[in-house]
């Protein structure tokens, strides 16, 4: 398969499921909350940094709910 790449930018999550390997596009503002996550920033630092960004973060618990139903988050703590 040839596929331009060019001029078509595009945020990519690539995670495990199984043995699978699953590649899915992802909005701007997820890929920033899940690269400060990654990063080491707590969920409100991730948060606050969108929000001061002029990012809204108001869709973070429809992504928290997504990322814990896809066994993406390891552990949490306070």
């Known amino acids: ?13 690539v995670r495990r499921a199984g043995f699978a390997v699953i590649c899915e596009s992802v909005n701007a503002t997820e890929a920033q909350a899940l690269r400060l996550l990654l990063a080491g920033d707590t969920l409100g630092d991730a ?11 108001a869709s973070v618990s ?3 709910t997504r ?3 896809l066994q993406m988050i390891t552990g949490c703590s306070c």
């Open 67 to 69: 990322w814990a139903s």
């Open 47 to 57: 948060m606050a940094a969108l929000a001061a960004s002029g990012e809204d973060p």
């Open 1 to 13: 398969i040839d596929v331009d790449l060019r001029n078509r930018p595009d945020h990519v999550l």
């Open 62 to 64: 429809a992504w928290f």
